[in-house]
């Protein structure tokens, strides 16, 4: 009989420790036991383009500082490095979502690097929000991939009419990065723009191109050089761009030189030295005109931590954080299926870089900003609404 009962005990301390598991595993899955949430972070942090994710993390660590909590939860980030490369984005990306098991990821500076997520966040309906990735094809038929940066049809357009109306150019050449979506699809846009703003099908005079990583570029700007065009645009990474344009005052090449948002970054200055004064560039964002409430708070509280101006890397990095936080308050959840539903709403948010509204297709709204590089540093020149 005593054998009988303690079999019986025995059974019931078993069957009553595994429902104890099975509520506290559905909990844990639900968020409900957890006092944390995480947002994933993948960026460039080595590797090519190690500057500007650097000072986009800057930007997102800033924000977190500011805000970290929301729903009564602490916020925590989960910071991986995606080393420039496609292959290693994805593998952040895969990372972030299956072993750290975050809410949401933002990232990456590099439209490509942000497009090797861009299936795997789809899949895994993880939503992801870009700070400067700027080419169309990010959030094209992703439901699960936002920005808070404008895009190249808009930026290559900003950059033609620059060229066009403020520099009376009436031909152009371009010179890309052939590895880089961003510097194919940003130069595709500005000649579409040029050859509409000056009625002319021969307004570009020569399309060059080379490889992320290459030094010497003597052989495209000799072809560039034969055809003495009025303006060159030449948008890429900051570090072979101030290459390039070093080498084109040596060879005697003195047009202007325009580029898009990349060259926002103290090395193309220390790289491009005395070579890349007057050069023209568009960008997302200056802390030389404030645009909203927000940015001067940005601002100061970016100058008091890292005690230095704000970039428009960082300063998309704090958006990007804060829009996240804005959709899992109103969700009401760190579900990312309802994070998701929330941002796709986002209208009239109030960033740092401006206010914020997200198209159909996830894609911010919002003005560009044209800077000019004057006595070694980066000097704001104008702003340009979109239409």
Not at 27 to 49: H, L, Y
Not at 77 to 84: E, F, G, P, T
Not at 342 to 348: F, M, S
Request: charged share 25%; glycine share 10%.
């Amino acid at each position: 009989m005593k054998k009988k009962f303690g079999l019986l005990l025995l059974i019931f301390v078993l069957v009553a420790s595994s429902l104890v598991g099975c509520s506290q595993s559905q909990d844990t899955s639900s968020g409900g036991s957890s006092d944390v949430i995480k947002i994933g972070v993948f960026e460039p942090m080595t590797g090519a383009n190690a500057a500007g994710g650097q000072m986009t993390v800057e930007g997102i660590e800033l924000a977190n500082e500011a805000r970290g909590e929301v729903l009564g939860k602490k916020v925590e980030l989960v910071i991986v490095d995606n080393k420039s490369d496609k292959v290693e984005a994805a593998n952040a990306a895969s990372r972030l979502i299956e072993k750290d098991e975050v809410a949401a990821i933002i990232g990456s500076y590099g439209s490509s690097l942000s497009m090797a997520a861009g299936d795997i966040v789809k899949k895994a309906e993880v939503p992801a929000v870009g700070c400067s990735p700027t080419n169309p094809l990010v959030t094209l038929n992703n439901d699960y991939y936002f920005r808070v940066c404008f895009i190249d049809p808009f930026q290559g357009t900003v950059m033609a009419n620059y060229a066009v109306n403020d520099l009376g150019a009436k031909t152009a050449a371009v010179i890309q990065d052939v590895t880089q979506d961003y510097s194919v699809g940003l130069s595709k846009y500005f000649i579409d723009a040029f050859k509409e703003l000056t009625g002319d099908e021969n307004s570009i005079v020569e399309i060059s191109s080379y490889n992320t990583g290459d030094q010497d570029f003597s052989a495209q700007l000799t072809n560039v050089k034969a055809k003495n065009p009025d303006v060159i645009f030449a948008p890429g990474n900051y570090g072979e761009s101030a290459l390039l344009i070093r080498q084109a005052r040596d060879l005697g090449i003195d047009a202007p030189i325009l580029g898009g948002d990349t060259w926002e970054s103290p090395e193309f200055l220390s790289i491009g030295g005395d070579s890349v004064e007057g050069i023209v560039f568009s960008t997302h964002f200056t802390a030389e005109s404030p645009v909203t409430d927000v940015s001067k708070v940005f601002l100061d509280a970016y100058r008091e931590k890292f005690d230095k101006e704000a970039n428009a890397f960082a300063a998309l990095g704090y958006d990007a954080y804060m829009v996240i936080m804005d959709a899992i308050e109103k969700a009401g959840s760190a579900d990312p299926k309802a994070i998701r539903d929330e941002l796709a709403k986002i209208e009239g948010f109030v960033g740092a870089t401006g206010n914020i509204t997200l198209d159909e297709n996830g894609d911010a709204v919002k003005s560009a900003v044209i800077n000019k590089v004057e006595n070694g540093e980066f000097v704001y020149l104008t702003t340009v609404e979109p239409k």
